[in-house]
């Protein structure tokens, strides 16, 4: 599996971003999609994730609220759209996906998309 993520910028606080994560390979059997993000100087963090099945959203507190996890099984997509910015958002947002393969569970990452919020 290999995820690409897209859509950082440079936005003023406030303002609304959108970032993609395109998944392509061998997609069956994910189970688990998520953003993750490491903002300077900090550990890797959930942002939140979402379940290829039902739907299930979970969000890290510092964002409930202002950012919305979504994704397109069809197209092999997911989406975190991100509102009301703040300068504590700024960080490299990383695409996740859980692949339950039944002996084993594989995790794969993208290689991140710099998200910059200015004041």
């Known amino acids: 599996v290999q995820l690409v993520e897209s859509g950082g910028d440079l936005v003023q606080a406030g303002n609304s971003l959108r970032l993609s994560c395109a998944a392509t390979?061998?997609?069956?059997?994910?189970?688990?999609l998520g953003w993750y993000r490491r903002a300077p100087g900090k550990q890797r963090e959930l942002v939140a994730t979402?379940?290829?099945?039902?739907?299930?959203?979970n969000y890290a507190d510092s964002v409930k609220g202002r950012f919305t996890i979504s994704r397109d099984n069809a197209k092999n997509m997911m989406y975190l759209q991100m509102n009301s910015l703040k300068l504590e958002d700024t960080a490299i947002y990383y695409c996740?996906?859980?692949?339950?393969?039944?002996?084993?569970?594989?995790?794969?990452w993208g290689q991140g998309t710099q998200v910059t919020v200015s004041s």
């Open positions: 979402i379940t290829t099945g039902g739907g299930k959203t």
């Open positions: 996740n996906a859980r692949q339950n393969l039944g002996i084993a569970t594989m995790n794969y």
């Open positions: 390979g061998s997609t069956r059997n994910i189970n688990v």
